[in-house]
């Protein structure tokens, strides 16, 4: 078990696309100090990057790894344009973070993409491809299934009967559409998402329970992204809808007839209850429960791990458990923090009172 | 971004079987009021309905809706016959709800199902396939795998040497059944469930950890279902076994040598870990966890996101965290919310007595 | 619904591998007491061995199911050598449970392994495979992607383009590598397991948010195993590294430009937001939440379902939510949980002493 050789190069970034500082510099519009023909075919932070990394310097917090840095060149805010440090190639710019995510693109390796359909993939004489669509190999696509043009349906993934897709989907590997789904155009699904399933509903019957037939529908609306492994269940008597713009992380769960409105966001490992509506621009944390038929207000924020038992009106910031509004949890947690050195004269001083009945009259 | 024109319709349910609303009230026993030649296609509440939509009223809180609601058939409840309102087509019936439910299954449109074994699949010679097996698209089965009659095993799915399925199973796409598992009868896994994996265990050897081998089998009795993308560990020493008719959501997690019940029911997320046992009709709420070689008593109920780090009794309400008795939470959650504006004060007042320590004697 | 006749056997363990005590008893260097040809072919827990598994008996709460139990022979303690109950055949060793382990890897049986590759399989003719890999049904290798000697990719595994995997490898079904990733040797990802997914990162601009293009890598060192159905996020602008032999159970969450040290441990369920770093040898129990950008410092312990907002200092043991050391977590519990019956009291003699202005002063 050695490790010591693993990975080969520090540097991260794909590597491929070689830069000049005087290119850097342009591109976001900065001052170049230090030499021009310097070239970075990556990016890194200060602490990691190599002589071929372009990385940045924002906050003082950042100055010892500077001092030492091995970075070719260094995007750096105004004020450490004379900073103490080994980077010599700098480029001063006023906000370093944000043209830094500028750049990403540059250095940015796409997938590559093969046109067509892969001779392996399984589609029923009844679907209906767009124009200029990927279909990769080893993909299953059912009866009546329409996809739009430019989409592309990763390995792998299958898509069920009835279901239609927009126009520039992407299906990650191994992604899952159930049959009968609906999906707008440019939604993403990550690798292993599954949508549409038929819900946790059942009913008591005499032998035993039974699973109440869904028939309401999965719509996933424009731009929606859904994370790896994610689980959203098609509606038993509604349909269960994701707003336009909403982006939803890894292994959230979304139950049936839920609706969510347009440009909220979903950390990872949320779960949302069936029948619940979120309302536009909210805003769930990581591993936030949600219980059913609730409402969460527009642009409302959720935070980490929040247990959600009640509505949360628009705009508001809720968490903990039970979920209350925010500076509320704040204020019961410190008491309670404050409470562990006082419960002992607490109990002593209830006692004494107690014990002493004449007390509150004698005085 | 548009989104505006998407989804195309606004009503819910498949659309494909139109029905009168004669022969509505006819199966559900209820009274016709208003025109029985009306034709409905699918389900929707009463809020999305478009004119070939049934909906319902069951309650008042939906008023409002019902006023201006435009769909073309309601079920109602006796209380609503004559509320005001837009839908003029109404059958009342006792409990609209119920008869809702009892309807679903005429709505709904089947997923269709090809007869056979598709020439792509990949099947070990000595496997056994029983009568009327339908194998997808992709899919793999080992060596001396064992399918009952009947069963279904869609695209992409993976059954792992030695594996036994019941009869009349289901395994959606992609789901994986890992080697020498056993499942009953009409068991269900949905797209990308796991089960039979090694589960977590290793012990420290001087080049570090080692895996422990796992000799303890899966077993999933008769209609056992287990929800999308939830994964299921095969016992170490002993099996991991799931009773018959219990049923299991999305993303959850069962820990190796778990041992479940019959007829127990287990919201998406939650996750048992290593040798808890779970005694027959527990309901184990969303996000719960479970701590290792616990019992949690029959018909136990554990409220949602709650951490279970002890025993639970037979038929007892738990919740929070750490978990306890459901009516002791509250009473701790209230009494917490409360403490909050009585910290400063009770700090002043412990503060005094302490200040005044011939107080206690003096009086 | 019957269940009754499911599972067929009841014993543990594969069953395929005959063994006499006599053998076990060499094998684990114990003292053989009772009938040494009495075989055994599986491993089963006391209460539902038979008369062909080997059980053990290694504490005193395992003493009822002892004195009836099935088991063909038992490992017992010394204490226990005379224990009263029905397995005649004992063997007495000084840790019966050590031995257990031990010798499980002689009842295992393992998955069958194809030699070379499946002939389903798409391979790009720019992958470069190693010697002795197995490649099953199904599988996908892109551009460029690099696999080494002796690794196994499992049917429906999926390795995107530029990939490098090392030696000893093994992806179960369905496993999936998004393109450039990179991993050591003896990595093991389980069914279903993603990583190298693009993380949740996005920026606003004007017509919506746009996806932050990730140029880091997801680079999982030597002996790293993740759980099924887990998710690793590849690096924005900095790397997502997780460190050798560290292992990772099913569902878990790992965001971008995350860096784990060696030999950490995460339970199922676990989040950990992005770019936080755990030192060496941390644990992190099931469905805990750790927030972005923190430090977990070396060897420190996060109790399950701990929800993590600071950082937490090397070696020590948090827990709750939110998070902080154990004991203080445990005192607060404590006082939280008796402060229910005094806060009534405790209002009154505060509202006493409200309506008692004189009270401080005229003492």
């Known amino acids: ?17 070689p830069i000049t500082a005087a290119d850097v510099a342009a591109q976001v519009g900065g001052r170049l100090v230090g030499d021009p023909t310097v070239v970075v075919r990556g990016i890194a932070p200060l602490d990691r990057a190599g002589p071929h990394d372009l990385s940045f ?28 440090g080994t980077p010599t190639t700098r480029i001063v710019v006023d906000k370093p973070t944000d043209a830094m995510v500028g750049l990403l693109a540059r ?23 767009g124009a200029d669509v990927t279909i990769d ?41 159930y ?6 155009d440019r939604v993403v699904l990550h690798a292993g998402a599954q949508v549409g399933r038929e819900g946790f509903g059942f009913v008591p019957r005499p032998t035993g329970v039974v699973r109440i037939p869904h028939v309401g529908r999965c719509v996933l609306e424009h731009d929606v992204e859904i994370g790896a492994n ?53 805003q ?5 429960g949600v219980s059913g038929h609730l409402t969460i ?15 949360i009106p628009s705009g508001e910031i809720w968490s903990g458990y039970p979920a209350r509004p925010h500076k509320e949890q704040l204020r019961s947690q410190a008491a309670v923090s404050r409470l562990a050195k006082l419960i002992r004269p607490l109990e002593r001083l209830l006692m004494r009172e107690a014990s002493e009945p004449a007390n509150g009259d004698g005085r």
């Open 1 to 17: 078990m050695s490790g010591e050789s693993f990975p080969p190069q520090a540097g991260g970034g794909d590597g491929q696309t």
């Open 57 to 84: 310097l924002a906050h003082l917090r950042y100055a010892s790894w500077f001092a030492t840095s091995r970075a070719g060149v260094v995007l750096v805010a105004p004020a450490f344009e004379a900073q103490a």
């Open 107 to 129: 250095f940015h390796r796409a997938e590559p993409r093969a046109a067509g359909i892969h001779p392996t993939a399984v589609i029923a004489p009844t679907a209906r491809l």
């Open 137 to 177: 190999a080893f993909v299953v696509i059912g009866d009546d299934v329409v996809i739009g043009d430019r989409s592309w349906i990763s390995a792998g993934a299958k898509i069920g009967a009835g279901s239609v897709l927009g126009a520039d989907v992407r299906l990650h590997v191994n992604a899952v559409v």
């Open 179 to 184: 049959p009968f789904s609906e999906l707008g």
């Open 230 to 282: 994610s689980c959203v269940d098609r509606g038993s008597v509604d349909d269960t809808v994701i707003g336009a713009g909403t982006k939803i992380d890894s292994l959230v769960q979304i139950g049936h007839n839920v609706r969510i409105g347009r440009f909220c966001f979903f950390a990872s490992q949320a779960g949302i209850a069936g029948s619940t509506r979120i309302e536009d621009g909210a």
């Open 284 to 288: 769930i944390g990581g591993q936030v």
């Open 297 to 311: 207000g527009a642009k409302a924020t959720v935070a980490a791990q929040a247990g959600v038992f009640g509505d």
